[in-house]
């Protein structure tokens, strides 16, 4: 298969998210206080924090589904908040929870995508047939999503957000309620995404594992506020010889990675693995 190009590939050298006091209050609670975060292009980078920490209002504020209360963000060169459609244009969202329709086929979810994304008719069936082939369900695209797996599921979510061939792909715990043959799966798209199609990928995760198999680098939060960044490597080191990702995490966030977060955090997350499960 060629390698998809677009016009928003950017050097992997250079800003594909830049944060400056980035800020977002809900009344009188702040939940992202004054976040400043330098993501290279071409790359994938993990953000990383107990549930509660701010994770998914960054990427909310980053893919303008959020307005900041103060501070600024460019991504893919273009403010949040002064340019969103141009930020729309160039990147990919996957959310935690399900995105995909389970009463459409898996083809009818990429065509009703692509005419979301304003993809020309005439590219549209190469583009979609191309997704299928690259997520490996070209053999499953006539079928029913709601009979598909998992590991399945998240493939043609991954399918969906690449219709447009984004420079940036933004993915909330992209690997929740999986099994670890369906989380080896998703990894190898997306090392692929990131290798042949030089997608710059952020993710958040609670999976040290995935931490270590795929982020070139991390930023972890805690109540709000950036506790560390750098990569896996300098983050274990600046904690203790022989340290682990989870010792990271718990030594920056102050708590293990169950720590935090609400019913309603956890009750998200029940649902969303018994849905992909």
């Not at 459409?104 to 979301?116: D, P, W």
């Not at 995404?193 to 952020?202: A, F, K």
């Not at 300098?234 to 682990?244: H, T």
């Not at 989870?246 to 849905?275: L, N, P, W």
């Given at each position: 298969?060629?390698?998809?190009?677009?016009?928003?590939?950017?050097?992997?050298?250079g800003?594909?998210?830049?944060?400056?006091?980035?800020?977002?209050?809900?009344?009188?609670?702040?939940?992202?206080?004054?976040?400043n975060?330098?993501?290279p292009?071409?790359?994938?980078?993990?953000?990383?924090?107990p549930?509660?920490?701010?994770?998914?209002?960054?990427?909310?504020?980053?893919?303008?589904?959020l307005?900041?209360?103060?501070?600024?963000?460019?991504?893919?060169?273009?403010?949040?908040?002064?340019?969103?459609?141009?930020?729309?244009?160039?990147?990919?969202?996957?959310?935690?929870?399900?995105?995909?329709?389970g009463?459409?086929?898996?083809?009818?979810?990429?065509?009703?995508?692509?005419?979301?994304?304003?993809?020309?008719?005439?590219?549209?069936?190469p583009?979609?047939?191309?997704?299928?082939?690259?997520?490996?369900?070209?053999?499953?695209?006539?079928?029913l999503?709601?009979?598909?797996?998992?590991?399945?599921?998240?493939?043609?979510?991954?399918?969906q957000?690449?219709?447009?061939?984004?420079?940036?792909?933004?993915?909330?715990?992209?690997?929740?309620?999986?099994?670890?043959?369906?989380?080896?799966?998703?990894?190898?798209?997306?090392?692929a995404?990131?290798?042949?199609?030089?997608?710059?990928?952020?993710m958040?995760?609670?999976?040290?594992?995935?931490?270590?198999?795929?982020?070139?680098?991390?930023?972890?939060?805690?109540?709000?506020?950036?506790a560390?960044?750098?990569?896996?490597a300098?983050?274990?080191?600046?904690?203790?010889?022989?340290?682990?990702m989870?010792?990271?995490?718990?030594?920056?966030?102050?708590?293990?990675?169950?720590?935090?977060?609400?019913?309603?955090?956890?009750?998200?997350?029940?649902?969303?693995?018994?849905?992909?499960?």
């Open positions: 298969m060629t390698t998809a190009t677009t016009d928003t590939q950017h050097p992997s050298t800003r594909a998210i830049e944060t400056v006091h980035l800020t977002r209050r809900f009344g009188a609670f702040t939940a992202v206080d004054r976040v975060l330098l993501v292009y071409g790359g994938i980078f993990g953000l990383l924090g549930n509660g920490a701010g994770k998914s209002t960054v990427i909310k504020m980053l893919t303008t589904l307005k900041p209360s103060a501070g600024t963000a460019l991504v893919a060169g273009f403010d949040i908040a002064q340019a969103p459609g141009a930020v729309r244009k160039r990147i990919g969202y996957v959310p935690q929870l399900l995105s995909a329709d009463a459409l086929t898996g083809y009818e979810n990429l065509t009703l995508s692509a005419k979301l994304y304003g993809i020309p008719r005439a590219e549209l069936k583009r979609i047939e191309e997704a299928l082939h690259y997520m490996g369900l070209t053999d499953s695209a006539q079928q999503v709601k009979k598909y797996s998992g590991g399945m599921i998240r493939r043609l979510e991954l399918a957000a690449m219709l447009h061939r984004p420079a940036i792909l933004f993915l909330d715990e992209p690997t929740i309620g999986l099994d670890p043959m369906a989380c080896l799966s998703v990894w190898d798209r997306l090392r995404l990131n290798r042949e199609h030089g997608m710059t990928i952020l958040t995760t609670h999976v040290m594992d995935e931490v270590d198999e795929l982020c070139d680098g991390v930023a972890i939060l805690h109540q709000g506020k950036l560390a960044s750098g990569s896996p300098q983050l274990k080191a600046a904690v203790s010889e022989g340290a682990s989870t010792d990271v995490f718990a030594y920056f966030s102050g708590g293990s990675i169950e720590a935090g977060g609400s019913y309603r955090d956890a009750r998200q997350a029940r649902m969303t693995a018994k849905r992909l499960g």
